[in-house]
């Protein structure tokens, strides 16, 4: 699980939740996954997500309300998904024929919010000419206009958020820390089994210039370079695998032989 300025990116193996260790979630080959995104802010976002360096959402954009999370289960085409994340090994007979990128067995979200709406307080002025004049005055009223506590903006001018704009220019990026790794620990997202899940098309005010990115990377071995033979979810514990306690899941040695766990 990765999150940067309050929004959370996890990946899911049915219902579990996966573990990731500076970015790295490790996942057995031939695995379906889906995606889990959680906005903890109080606007909402507009979200891109890219597998291997491709598009998956057909074009598309995810919107993620504020406070609210949605579960990405596979590969857009239009506003329906029908089939789930099948992650597999990339072997030396599909790098010959489908090729190799950097981007492989990479997640990429981008996450751009919608702009804070302005805050417009109205006040009104008195202003009189002085008490010892013995004319008679009219009072002379006027209404300044102050957007949250600024200077005051041009009399008569209504702040207008509305009006879908998504520039991406500006990018934060929040990726892993951990970055290299063995070719034959590369895999790639291939179309899994059927699922059905529909998204229907909303609206968004204006968004921030600045997006955020978020990176992990799935990996089917282990350090000591052995395949993963099953999924481990984000809260169970771990085995050692020398005198077989039982470890807290954020452990990396054993409690009671002092094992590398991972």
């Known amino acids: 699980m990765m999150h940067y300025d309050k929004f959370v ?17 490790k996942l057995p080959f031939n695995s379906d996954y889906n995606l889990y995104l959680k906005n903890l802010n109080s606007r909402d976002a507009v979200v891109s997500v890219s597998i291997d360096g491709k598009d998956v959402l057909g074009g598309n954009k995810l919107v993620v309300r504020a406070n609210s999370n949605v579960d990405l289960l596979g590969f857009m085409e239009g506003n329906s998904v029908k089939n789930a994340f099948r992650f597999i ?16 067995s990479l997640i990429r979200v981008e996450v751009t919010y919608r702009k804070e709406k302005p805050i417009t307080q109205v006040v009104d002025t008195v202003y009189r000419y002085n008490h010892w004049d013995w004319q008679p005055r009219p ?62 098309t909303t609206y968004i ?58």
Request: glycine share 8%; proline share 1%.
């Open 139 to 200: 009072y002379i009223w006027y209404t300044d206009y102050y957007t949250n506590g600024n200077k005051p903006i041009d009399r008569n001018v209504t702040v207008s958020c509305y009006g879908a704009s998504a520039s991406l220019d500006g990018v934060n990026t929040c990726s892993s820390k951990n970055t290299s790794f063995s070719t034959s620990d590369v895999g790639i997202t291939v179309k899994g089994k059927e699922c059905d899940q529909k998204f229907s």
């Open 89 to 104: 090994q990339l072997t030396k007979e599909l790098e010959e024929r489908l090729g190799y990128s950097p981007e492989d």
């Open 205 to 262: 005010n204006d968004l921030e210039e600045q997006s955020h990115v978020l990176v992990l990377r799935l990996s089917g071995y282990k350090e000591d370079n052995t395949k993963i033979e099953t999924v481990v979810g984000s809260q169970e514990k771990l085995e050692c695998q020398t005198c077989g306690i039982k470890n807290e899941n954020k452990s990396k040695f054993c409690v009671n032989c002092g094992t590398f766990l991972r």
């Open 9 to 25: 990116v996890a990946v899911k193996a049915g219902s579990k939740f996966l573990r990731d260790e500076d970015g790295v979630v």
